[in-house]
């Protein structure tokens, strides 16, 4: 008697998308149909029938949550600064680069990690981005200077900032236009939220664990969800026609860091020394150079005809204006309330 083989076969849709090996075969003894079906498929609909949760709502909770372990940690270290500086025989000013300098990949890299998904594919990104994060979370955890903590915490938040661009390219293909704002909503309230209670848990996550131990609780977190997110997560279709705009990529880093530097060095220097003179020189001229290379890019990182647009150009102002006083802030009130009023570090928390 001829056996009959019957595939189930997946259609890529913004929900699924199945690899051929997936596909699992159950054969039944005595019976003369064999049915090919896919086994994670089959998990995944037991799972939601167990929980009751639709797969979107799991992809978009699963997508947050791994936002959210990346994102607080950008400021967890903000009150225990002179903690951390102690620790390491280093000072208050230059450990406080941990917190400058991811919080600037996350400015720099994280846009351009967008133009990366749609050439590779926003779930290679993801995934790559929280694996990085947790690697260097485990370096940063046994970092030995100053020097070591800073590159590991900007090496691990520039992999986490392919976090927020990944999700959002997710939201944007699950849910329709008239279905994001909620969703949309979420991200940002997770992307903006995170770093605020990221100040406030610090305080006590540092007296009772240890910073050494936040990040070794934070590196198994990021590897977990790498696991999650490659079974979860959906290919996403890619771009072939995207160009990358390295160039711009590159003098807008080093623009942006070579000025942050005179600014936090300009103390120990001297404003008008001639180091900080030359550091701040060089900044102004590589932004100068991001300007021109923008400008006759074919794809380029910060198309500049966009701030043509007074709907454009004014919100993204005011929102710089206000985010340079918000993250300011993080900064620069609790080494006030600590340095200048005499405020123990749990009362700054």
């Given at each position: 008697?001829?056996?009959?083989?019957?595939?189930?076969?997946?259609?890529?849709?913004?929900?699924?998308?199945?690899?051929a090996?997936?596909?699992?075969v159950?054969?039944?003894?005595?019976?003369?149909?064999?049915?090919?079906?896919?086994?994670?498929?089959?998990?995944?609909?037991?799972?939601?029938?167990?929980?009751g949760?639709?797969r979107?709502?799991?992809?978009?909770?699963?997508?947050?949550?791994?936002?959210?372990?990346v994102?607080?940690?950008?400021?967890?270290?903000?009150?225990?600064?002179?903690?951390?500086?102690?620790?390491?025989?280093?000072?208050?000013?230059?450990?406080?680069?941990?917190?400058?300098?991811?919080?600037?990949?996350?400015?720099v890299?994280?846009?351009?990690?967008?133009?990366?998904?749609?050439?590779?594919?926003?779930?290679?990104?993801?995934?790559?981005?929280?694996?990085?994060?947790?690697?260097?979370?485990?370096?940063?955890?046994?970092?030995?200077?100053?020097?070591?903590?800073?590159v590991?915490?900007?090496?691990?938040?520039?992999?986490?900032?392919?976090?927020?661009?990944a999700?959002?390219?997710?939201?944007?293909?699950?849910?329709?236009p008239?279905?994001?704002v909620?969703?949309?909503?979420?991200?940002?309230?997770?992307?903006?939220?995170?770093?605020?209670?990221?100040?406030?848990?610090?305080?006590?996550?540092?007296?009772?664990?240890?910073?050494?131990?936040?990040?070794?609780?934070?590196?198994?977190?990021?590897?977990?969800?790498?696991?999650?997110?490659?079974?979860?997560?959906?290919?996403?279709?890619?771009?072939?026609?995207?160009?990358?705009?390295?160039?711009?990529?590159?003098?807008?880093?080093?623009?942006?860091?070579?000025?942050?530097l005179a600014?936090?060095?300009?103390?120990?220097?001297?404003?008008?020394?001639?180091?900080?003179l030359?550091?701040?020189?060089?900044?102004?001229?590589?932004l100068?150079?991001?300007?021109?290379?923008?400008?006759?890019?074919?794809?380029?990182?910060?198309?500049?005809?966009?701030?043509?647009?007074?709907?454009?150009?004014?919100?993204?102002?005011?929102?710089?204006?206000?985010?340079?006083?918000?993250?300011?802030?993080?900064m620069?009130?609790?080494?006030?309330l600590?340095t200048g009023?005499?405020?123990?570090?749990s009362?700054?928390?």
């Amino acid at each position: 008697m001829k056996s009959k083989k019957f595939e189930a076969r997946i259609l890529k849709t913004n929900n699924a998308g199945e690899s051929a090996r997936d596909l699992t075969v159950f054969d039944a003894g005595g019976v003369d149909e064999v049915s090919v079906v896919p086994w994670s498929l089959l998990l995944r609909q037991k799972i939601v029938q167990s929980v009751g949760v639709s797969r979107r709502k799991a992809t978009l909770a699963v997508l947050l949550s791994c936002v959210f372990t990346v994102s607080f940690m950008i400021t967890l270290l903000v009150v225990s600064l002179k903690t951390v500086a102690d620790d390491l025989g280093s000072t208050t000013s230059i450990i406080s680069w941990t917190i400058t300098a991811p919080m600037l990949a996350f400015g720099v890299v994280g846009p351009a990690f967008g133009k990366i998904g749609d050439l590779w594919g926003h779930k290679r990104v993801f995934v790559g981005g929280l694996f990085v994060a947790g690697v260097f979370a485990i370096c940063t955890a046994v970092a030995w200077d100053a020097t070591s903590m800073i590159v590991f915490r900007t090496l691990s938040a520039a992999g986490g900032s392919a976090l927020g661009p990944a999700a959002m390219a997710y939201i944007n293909r699950m849910y329709g236009p008239s279905e994001r704002v909620g969703p949309l909503g979420y991200w940002s309230f997770v992307t903006a939220g995170a770093p605020v209670l990221g100040v406030v848990a610090g305080v006590p996550l540092v007296a009772i664990f240890g910073w050494r131990a936040i990040f070794l609780i934070q590196a198994p977190l990021c590897l977990i969800g790498c696991f999650i997110a490659m079974w979860l997560l959906g290919d996403t279709e890619r771009r072939e026609s995207v160009k990358f705009d390295v160039k711009g990529a590159l003098l807008l880093g080093v623009g942006s860091v070579l000025i942050l530097l005179a600014i936090n060095r300009g103390p120990t220097w001297g404003f008008d020394s001639i180091r900080t003179l030359l550091v701040a020189s060089l900044g102004v001229v590589a932004l100068y150079f991001f300007i021109r290379a923008e400008q006759s890019a074919s794809d380029p990182m910060l198309p500049l005809k966009w701030f043509r647009t007074r709907n454009v150009a004014f919100p993204v102002v005011s929102l710089a204006l206000t985010n340079f006083a918000y993250m300011g802030g993080f900064m620069i009130g609790p080494q006030l309330l600590e340095t200048g009023l005499g405020f123990s570090t749990s009362h700054i928390g």
